[in-house]
């Protein structure tokens, strides 16, 4: 069984800093494409950062200088470092993975579907005041 439980979330001033966790179990994850996504009413879902198995990374434009991804350990383990937060960065957070190499998809942007990405957790809020 695969699982996903993100931490991490929860409610700070604008200019604040969060450390969002994800830990994945139940899949051989490395060598795997990671990402964060996030969720807001009326936006849908976008995409906010990627790590490939090169520990290549991709950011949105909104969060760039902002946030970094990592890995961490065990393998699964999935960060998300976020610095100078805006009341635009409220949303549900999303970790998920992808089940197969699939290197041309691991990437933040319009043209991505995102359909790689097979296995989602739950979500941690994020909210952010001004």
């Known amino acids: 069984q695969v699982q996903f439980v993100e931490s991490g979330g929860g409610a700070v001033q604008a200019g604040g800093s969060l450390e969002l966790s994800c830990l994945a179990s139940g899949y051989t994850f490395r060598g795997r494409c990671m990402g964060w996504f996030r969720q807001t009413p009326g936006k849908g879902r976008e995409g906010v950062a990627t790590?490939?198995?090169?520990?290549?990374?991709s950011y949105a434009d909104s969060v760039k200088g902002r946030f970094t991804v990592s890995r961490g350990s065990p393998p699964g383990t999935l960060y998300l470092h976020m610095t100078n937060l805006k009341p635009e960065d409220t949303s549900v957070y999303y970790c998920?993975?992808?089940?197969?190499?699939?290197?041309?998809?691991?990437?933040?942007?319009?043209?991505?579907?995102?359909?790689?990405?097979?296995?989602w957790g739950q979500g941690t809020q994020v909210t952010v005041s001004s």
């Open positions: 790590i490939d198995s090169d520990e290549n990374l």
């Open positions: 998920a993975a992808q089940t197969a190499k699939r290197p041309g998809d691991c990437f933040v942007g319009p043209t991505n579907d995102y359909a790689a990405f097979r296995f």
